[in-house]
């Protein structure tokens, strides 16, 4: 079965003109141009388990910094050579640990 070869389509002027002799009465529109959307990448959650010490420890580190817990991990994996995105490098959400 053979398709029918489509025309390709018309440029700018040819379309307007058409519309033109189709509806004369129709106002000119004015397209604005819209720019491609960016790509959301997804957030997933990582639960990392360690001894209460290591906890400890990265909270210390991360009160003396003025950063959230999350910030000084990034960091920290970010020194070792792991690209982290800029986003998960900011302190969005508040800090708080019980008990403290």
Known sequence: MAFKKLSPPPDALSALAAARLADPTSPPVRVRPTAPEAVVEPVV??????????????????????????????????????????????DRTPSKRKGQ
């Open 45 to 90: 959650g990582l639960n990392l388990r360690v001894r209460l010490s290591t906890s400890d420890a990265i909270a210390s580190v991360a009160r003396e910094r003025g950063a959230s817990m999350k910030v000084v991990v990034m960091q920290a994996l970010m020194q070792a050579g792991i690209v982290v995105a800029a986003i998960d490098l900011e």
